[in-house]
């Protein structure tokens, strides 16, 4: 498990740093002066001299990179255009909400996911498989901002049940549970469909597969072979299948943060994109992918847990 | 009173392209403490058979003729509760593959552990008992093979954790279908020695089944021979492999490598393929292949027995 888990650790900061190359190129590669995005129109060549100066855009570009590169790591993103606070400290205080919305989502997608699921296989060709198939596909091909505006139509604007905008009061922890529940379900719904559809014919598979017919030639009851022998091994493909799940529910956080007015790091990039705030938008973007590196070392690391097989590199 | 007996059997696949008919009329006894062999090439319906006789069968397959009796009751009768009972300490079993027959993600202590959830012993005394039952298959340094998982044995191995699951149920009947098909022919010796052995301290009868003659002529008190689902010949071990009756039983003798005195480049084997189950002759099954091959062969071929050697043939040899 320790060779597993340094092999993982090792690979999650190559992904990193080469996010960070890709993110330094781009930031290289926008055409137009940095200087003369930040400074204005109205600015003096004197001054964006100086700012050039200032933030090392007279450096050869191999240094430029080393620098982006070292202090990225150490943590410092540089300072945002408009506040001039330094972008880490801007996307921190933001995160949370973006994770609370996250992390609601899967866990839809886990609480609904998973016993649908099981369901359908256990109840191959039944109506009910048929339905939760149909039920999958819907909710899969409709996006997620669809959801989001429909949901906040009936239920907050019709009906009246839940909150239409805004995180919830701070330090009400009621509250913002309530107000989580509409964005985090546009964002976690199609992966209800999504790993409703994994885990089915994953089960399948593994219900089909030798050991199970040995478990049930001991009599084993079928519970048990149901949602131990033969789930334990299904769900592997799932927790792979979400921490790559992650990448897009992050940008279906985008769109649920702008509907529901919520704060968050969606919300960050989308009104730092509008501003022209490039050093927030790259800050964001690096952050949010060092976590989705995170959450994918998470996932590995739990397959590892559950899979010996995997643990020795097999 | 016999252990296990199966009468007339006839059980049908149903697929899209037809109902493949994978046992016909199949008739055997296993009578109490003895080893009853099972031959045939593969193909021929040996795990089908297995597969009813537990309940098991896959969901296309049905039993449409015949009845399969375990201790005097028949299993067709049985509630899902009561197969489920048999199943272990009625009837324990060893697959075919001993590479895919262990769940892959729990120690090979938990699974034995969770096949005995029938014992009111403590977890403790379970493990000691999977920790014995493994010493007795002679799996080295058994209490640390209990904290291993399945991908961390060698087949050999596995398939002695296998046979240790079943033995540990103490069963009335022990069914092995090929045990040892996957190992090689040192470990084959080995198993098939353990298998014997174990029978005996046990007192269960045993259906054992293979493709290869030696091993079952090394085991077995009573033989069955099966040809595309159907019993072309049964009886004892010395009657069957001294006077074999049915064309097919002494083609499979000539053809047993075992019986190979000299080096030879190819293995004799009996020339055409398996009949299609969808369309099954009226006459015998197995006289496209048959060298003996008659007119009369059109027909369906009768019973015959004498002294309790049938063979199922029209031109079955007199002894
Ligand atoms: N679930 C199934 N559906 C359709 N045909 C099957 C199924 N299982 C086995 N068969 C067919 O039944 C015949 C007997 O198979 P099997 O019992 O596995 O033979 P053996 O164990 O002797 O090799 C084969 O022709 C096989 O293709
Ligand atoms: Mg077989």
């Not at chain 1, 989001?148 to 913002?176: C, H, K, M």
Request: aromatic share 6%; with cysteine; charged share 20%.
């Amino acid at each position: 498990m320790l060779y597993y888990t340094l092999n993982r650790l090792a690979l999650a900061l190559v992904i990193v740093s080469v996010v960070m190359l890709l993110l330094f190129s781009m930031i290289y590669l926008i055409p137009g002066d940095p200087a003369a995005v930040a400074l204005g129109p109205r600015a003096t060549e004197a001054m964006r001299e100086a700012l050039r100066v200032k933030i090392g855009l007279d450096q050869p570009i191999w240094v430029q990179f080393w620098n982006f590169f070292t202090s990225a790591w150490t943590g410092d993103l540089g300072r945002e255009v408009l506040s001039d606070r330094p972008v880490a400290a801007v996307v921190l205080e933001q995160l949370p909400f973006t994770m609370a919305l996250i992390f609601s989502g899967v866990g839809w997608s886990v609480a609904l996911g998973i016993p649908l699921g099981c369901w359908a296989a256990v109840k191959r060709n039944s109506l009910a498989d048929h339905i939760v198939g149909v039920i999958s596909v819907a909710v899969i091909a409709v996006p997620s901002f669809v959801v989001a505006i429909y949901a906040l139509l009936l239920f907050a604007v019709t009906l009246r049940w839940l909150p239409a905008i805004g995180a919830g009061e701070s330090g009400n922890f009621f509250d913002q549970l309530v107000h989580l529940i509409l964005p985090s379900l546009a964002v976690g719904i199609g992966w209800v469909g999504y790993i409703a559809r994994m885990v089915r014919a994953s089960m399948l598979e593994s219900m089909g597969a030798q050991h199970v017919r040995t478990a049930r030639a001991f009599g084993l009851p079928e519970s048990r072979i149901v949602y131990q022998y033969a789930l334990k091994i299904a769900i592997l493909p799932t927790i792979t299948l979400l921490g790559v799940g992650i990448g897009q529910m992050l940008s279906s956080a985008v769109f649920a943060e702008i509907v529901f007015a919520r704060p968050g790091v969606g919300k960050l990039v989308y009104d730092a994109i509008l501003t022209r705030n490039y050093p927030l938008v790259t800050g964001t973007v690096l952050v949010t992918t060092v976590l989705f590196v995170l959450i994918n070392l998470l996932a590995d690391l739990i397959v590892g847990m559950l899979d010996p097989r995997v643990r020795s590199g097999l | 009173m016999s252990v296990l007996s199966i009468e007339d059997l006839c059980v049908t696949y149903s697929t899209s392209t037809g109902d493949l008919r994978a046992l016909r009329n199949v008739t055997l006894d296993v009578p109490r403490e003895r080893i009853v062999g099972l031959v045939g090439e593969s193909g021929c319906g040996k795990s089908t058979l297995i597969n009813a006789i537990l309940g098991l069968l896959a969901a296309n397959g049905r039993i449409d003729h015949g009845r399969i009796l375990f201790q005097g009751r028949n299993i067709a009768e049985l509630s899902a509760d009561e197969l489920r009972a048999m199943r272990g300490p009625g009837i324990a079993t060893v697959f075919q593959d001993p590479m895919g027959a262990l769940n892959p993600v729990f120690r090979i202590g938990r699974q034995m552990i969770n096949i005995q959830y029938r014992s009111k012993l403590s977890r403790a005394e379970k493990a000691n008992r999977a920790a014995e039952t493994l010493r007795s298959v002679r799996i080295p340094d058994a209490e640390a093979a209990l904290k291993r998982y399945p991908h961390e044995f060698s087949g050999g191995m596995k398939q002695r954790i296998a046979i240790a699951m079943a033995l540990m149920m103490k069963p009335a009947i022990l069914i092995a279908d090929e045990p040892t098909t996957a190992l090689d022919a040192t470990l084959e010796v080995a198993t098939i020695e353990l298998l014997q052995e174990l029978q005996r301290d046990i007192g269960c009868s045993m259906l054992f089944i293979s493709h290869h003659m030696g091993v079952i002529a090394e085991l077995c008190d009573d033989v069955v021979v099966m040809y595309a689902g159907e019993v072309v010949e049964s009886g004892t071990t010395r009657q069957v492999f001294l006077q074999p009756r049915h064309p097919y039983t002494r083609n499979l003798i000539r053809c047993d490598p075992a019986r190979q005195h000299t080096r030879v480049r190819q293995l004799p084997t009996i020339p055409g393929d398996l009949p299609n189950l969808r369309s099954r002759p009226r006459g015998c099954i197995f006289a496209p292949r048959c060298e003996m091959r008659k007119e009369i062969c059109e027909e369906p071929p009768p019973q015959d027995v004498s002294n309790g050697h049938m063979a199922r043939c029209h031109l079955a040899v007199e002894h």
